[in-house]
């Protein structure tokens, strides 16, 4: 499977952005997919995932502020991000949890305060 973040940009504290992951293959046969995130000079990190029911979970820093869901139909995984705060900085990617080798291309994300 590769996997291809986008939705990435520059937002102010308090705004919006949606992140789109697009897997080449099916993600039917994938039963947890995640978000992780890459700070600037930070170990990435998952901060949302989704099983294959829509079951979800989240790192304590995100919680109540992004929605991960996804669409199997579509081979798409999606990260709704809202109340973004400068500490959101980071490049985001989607992958399997666990992550396979192959990160793909990330998208960055900018929060300026």
């Known amino acids: 499977v590769q996997l291809q973040a986008s939705g990435g940009g520059l937002v102010q504290a308090g705004g919006s952005l949606r992140l789109s992951c697009a897997a080449s293959g099916s993600t039917y046969s994938i039963n947890l997919m995640g978000w992780y995130r890459q700070a600037p000079g930070k170990q990435r990190e998952l901060v949302a995932g989704i099983g294959i029911r829509g079951n979800t979970n989240y790192a304590d820093s995100v919680k109540g502020r992004f929605t991960i869901s996804r669409d199997n139909a579509k081979n798409m995984v999606y990260l709704q991000m809202n109340s973004l705060k400068p500490e959101d900085t980071g490049v985001y990617y989607c992958?399997?949890?666990?992550?396979?080798?192959?990160w793909g291309q990330g998208t960055l994300v900018t929060v300026s305060s």
């Open positions: 992958n399997k949890v666990p992550p396979i080798p192959n």
